[in-house]
């Protein structure tokens, strides 16, 4: 393929010369780690549902409700909330 020609008939860049320099322009890789939780004020609002969650959300399954149900209340998924929840009095 050398020799390629672009509109206007200059030669364009090889694919290999085209390959290097897009991975020349590619960013290093993201490092992705755990997102970190800030403290939060102990008598805030936010602490104390965090402290009551638990507890209403096994009252809730001894009434019956489902991981399902529990979710959605929750704004998450079944297993999301059965993963947090499910060992927690």
Not at 45 to 65: N, S, V, Y
Not at 69 to 86: F, K, P, V, W
């Amino acid at each position: 393929m050398p020799g390629l020609r672009v509109r206007g008939g200059e030669p364009g860049p090889s694919p290999d010369s085209a390959r290097k320099a897009a991975r020349a322009a590619v960013s290093p890789p993201i490092e992705v780690t755990t997102p970190v939780r800030p403290r939060l004020p102990e008598g805030s609002l936010i602490a104390q549902a965090g402290q009551i969650l638990p507890q209403a959300i096994h009252d809730a399954r001894d009434q019956g409700l489902t991981w399902t149900q529990i979710g959605e209340l929750l704004n998450t998924t079944a297993a999301t909330a059965a993963r947090r929840y499910r060992n927690k009095p």
